[in-house]
Each structure stands twice: as C-alpha cells, then as structure tokens.
T-cell receptor, first 112, second 112 residues
Framework: KAGVTQTPRYLIKTRGQQVTLSCSPI?????VSWYQQTPGQGLQFLFEYFSETQRNKGNFPGRFSGRQFSNSRSEMNVSTLELGDSALYLC???????????FGPGTRLLVL | AQSVTQPDIHITVSEGASLELRCNYSYGATPYLFWYVQSPGQGLQLLLK??????LVQGIKGFEAEFKRSQSSFNLRKPSVHWSDAAEYFCAVGTGFQKLVFGTGTRLLVSP
C-alpha cells in the first residue's frame, strides 16, 4: 500500500505570496493532520481533518488554513507568507482519529 | 497543557553499544506516548506507542520503551545500536492519537 504522498516536495516563495500544499493520505485513511517543523519551534500541530471537517486546530494565525475533500485528500494554504513560515510541513494520515498516524515525507517551504 | 522534554540534544553511541534516549512528559491523565524517528530529508516513522496495558512496549527495529508513571518518563532503549540507527528521535504525547505534542528531538550519532 502506498504511503502518504505530499506535493510538491520543495517550494520557494517570496514574502507576501500565498502557497497551497497538498497531501494524499494512505488509501482508506480518512483522518489527516498537518504539522509544521522548524529548527526554532520544533514540530507543532497545525490542524486535523476527518470526513471533511476540521476537528482540531493548533495555535497558528488565521493565515494558515486547510481543507479536506471527499476523497480524503487534504490541502493547506498559507497566505501572506512571512520569512518565519519557512519550514518542513508534514502531513499524517490514519484510518480514523482514534488510530495511529503515519507521516508523509513533507513539503519543504522556503520563503525569501 | 501537555509538554514533552527530551533533555539530550545530541547523543553519540558506539556501534554495538546500548542506547537509552530520555523522554519526560507533563500531562494530567494517562497519556498516549509515541516515539518517532526521522532520517535526514525524511518524514517521521513510528517506532512504538503506548496508551494502555503492559508498560514495556516493543517496537520496530529492535527498539523498546518503558512507561514509568511515577517518573513521568517514557525512555527509548535499544540493546545494540547499528550505524543505520543514526537519525533524530522524537518523543510525543497526546490525549489520543491525534494533535500530538512533540519534544525537541535527540540527534543520535553512531561512531564506528
């Protein structure tokens, strides 16, 4: 079974732009979570989706948003990019929220 | 609020020697505890998890961890380290399987 797929793997943007990252969960998994990993703040929870509904949200500004589609694929969007948004964005999926998450390889975003 | 402390930023172990990575958590109830490993440029791979039952849990790649409620610890151990174990290790805590709070990580170096 294929793992979690994230696209693109690498991205370079400039301040003020917006970006959309995509995550395709493992087949049959309906729960998707997003995490941000930076050298300064470490791994931080962004949000969690299940059946197209946001169940949990981390402590991030409103510039960070996400959604989940009926096929369980998820996207996250960051608007008005700041230099501090440079990070590895990790997506994780699980069959349901009550089961172990499996992580994708991440999208590395660099904001210049 | 939940928190996780991994007191060792770096650890160097000789190949074949035993390994123990420390993890202390702060959480009011019985936590869900996880150890993940991250190789350079990769996402997170689950090594093992604990949420109930036997306090000594076995994971993949020969790793084990012991939950000690009295010490609020969940240390990761391996009896004999291989060069391929060099990576960064993250301890995480959650109220369930989602919305995990991660420690800052311990980078393991394996010397010949």
């Amino acid at each position: 079974k294929a793992g979690v797929t994230q696209t693109p793997r690498y991205l370079i943007k400039t301040r003020g732009q917006q970006v959309t990252l995509s995550c395709s969960p493992i087949s049959g998994h309906r729960s998707v979570s997003w995490y941000q990993q930076t050298p300064g703040q470490g791994l931080q929870f962004l949000f969690e989706y299940f059946s197209e509904t946001q169940r949990n949200k981390g402590n991030f500004p409103g510039r960070f948003s996400g959604r989940q589609f009926s096929n369980s694929r998820s996207e996250m969007n960051v608007s008005t990019l700041e230099l501090g948004d440079s990070a590895l964005y990790l997506c994780a999926s699980s069959p349901t929220p009550g089961e172990t998450q499996y992580f994708g390889p991440g999208t590395r975003l660099l904001v210049l | 609020a939940q928190s996780v402390t991994q007191p060792d930023i770096h650890i160097t172990v000789s190949e074949g020697a035993s390994l123990e990575l420390r993890c202390n958590y702060s959480y009011g109830a019985t936590p869900y505890l996880f150890w993940y490993v991250q190789s350079p440029g990769q996402g997170l791979q689950l090594l093992l998890k604990y949420f109930s039952g036997d306090t000594l849990v076995q994971g993949i790649k020969g790793f084990e961890a012991e939950f000690k409620r009295s010490q609020s610890s969940f240390n990761l151990r391996k009896p004999s380290v291989h060069w391929s174990d060099a990576a960064e290790y993250f301890c995480a805590v959650g109220t369930g399987f989602q919305k995990l709070v991660f420690g800052t990580g311990t980078r393991l170096l394996v010397s010949p």
